[in-house]
């Protein structure tokens, strides 16, 4: 079916005179404009996991760390990569950057948010972002914790608005 499920998201809002909240980021459901918002879960795939198990239980740590921080940074940047085709797709990378300081600096309009972070604190919204994008057809698993499996993986929303930004809760 192409039927979107019914999901909703409660976020929290800064304990603070004018605190920021996720919602402040979107249009009012009120608005007679529509608002749009993406998803993105991305993994670098069970085999990175499965080798920094074994350089691990091979006693070969040095390499385990230099493998395991590899691995996730490129979790990462394969999550900047969909992140800036989200912000092509939407047509605000116009103003992106080319400068490299610039992009690691995340200097560019959209902003990339994860359960279990600052601004979004209650991780069991991992089972919502897996029912949206059906993670599991890319072996994609969460543990009875909400931890992504493997963990070389990383799921976002990604949000538009021009002053979207990040803080803590």
């Known amino acids: 079916s192409n039927k979107s499920p019914d999901i909703q998201f409660d976020f929290p809002r800064q304990q603070k005179e004018d605190g920021l909240c996720l919602a402040d980021f979107f249009l009012s459901s009120h608005s007679v404009q529509r608002d749009v918002i993406a998803f993105q879960i991305v993994t670098i795939g069970e085999r990175a996991s499965q080798e920094a198990k074994r350089l691990f239980e091979s006693d070969e740590f040095q390499n385990y760390l230099f493998w ?8 990462e940047a394969l999550a900047e990569f ?28 959209g902003a990339r948010f994860s359960p279990g972070y600052s601004a979004w604190p209650n991780l069991q919204d991992q089972e919502k972002i897996f029912k949206l994008l059906n993670a599991e057809e890319i072996n994609i698993y969460l543990t009875e914790n909400y931890q992504l499996v493997p963990e070389q993986s990383t799921s976002a929303m990604v949000l538009h608005h021009p002053e979207a930004r990040y803080f803590n809760v």
């Open 68 to 75: 395991h921080g590899f691995s996730v940074e490129l979790a």
């Open 82 to 109: 969909v992140h800036r085709g989200i912000r092509s797709d939407l047509g605000i990378d116009v103003k992106d950057t080319d400068s490299k300081r610039q992009a690691v600096r995340r200097k560019y309009r």
